[in-house]
């Protein structure tokens, strides 16, 4: 996997992180494909950030491929959302401004996937995680636990303010 961070729309700016990121939603037999990493504690979407000239579609289309060996194709735009939080990893005493399209995928009809990527934080794997199991595990986003219950029919602005 070609390895293009130089190319993401993001910055850091004194001790300010902001990034812009295409994620996807895939879910076949009522699982949502989430990755992890061995060195977090938390489950996350696939996806990743949006490069300088390339629309979030396309990054969207890209990144799945990149992760999972799969050519998926986008549904629709379901989510726009403004995340704040404080980083930590390899980006810690950061504020990070994270600014994230989810895009439904189409389903292919199966589990299958063609690859484990690798990432910033560690290997990287993909799960199949049971949509109504995700309330016992920590996963990211976390609006995830209530919307992919019942995914609304149009676009959903959110935005989460870390306390």
């Given at each position: 996997?070609?390895?293009?961070?130089?190319?993401?729309?993001?910055?850091?700016?004194?001790?300010?992180?902001f990034r812009y990121r295409a994620a996807a939603i895939i879910i076949e037999n009522n699982c949502i494909l989430l990755a992890g990493?061995?060195?977090?504690?938390?489950?996350?979407s696939v996806g990743g950030g949006v490069h300088l000239g390339e629309t979030a579609e396309e990054a969207v289309i890209r990144e799945v491929y990149e992760e999972t060996g799969i050519k998926y194709e986008v549904d629709r735009l379901v989510f726009i959302h403004e995340n704040f939080f404080t980083g930590n990893g390899?980006?810690?005493g950061l504020r990070c401004h994270?600014?994230?399209?989810?895009?439904?995928?189409?389903?292919?009809?199966t589990q299958k996937l063609n690859s484990n990527s690798c990432c910033l934080e560690g290997r990287e794997f993909m799960y199949w995680i049971p949509?109504?199991?995700?309330?016992?595990?920590?996963?990211?986003p976390v609006f995830f636990k209530e919307k992919l219950t019942k995914i609304p029919d149009?676009?959903?602005?959110?935005?989460?303010?870390?306390?």
């Open positions: 996997m070609e390895n293009d961070t130089a190319l993401d729309c993001c910055f850091i700016r004194d001790k300010n992180w990493n061995e060195k977090s504690d938390y489950y996350y390899i980006f810690e994270e600014t994230a399209f989810y895009f439904l995928m189409k389903p292919m009809g949509i109504d199991g995700l309330e016992k595990l920590k996963v990211f149009r676009i959903e602005h959110i935005i989460t303010k870390e306390k």
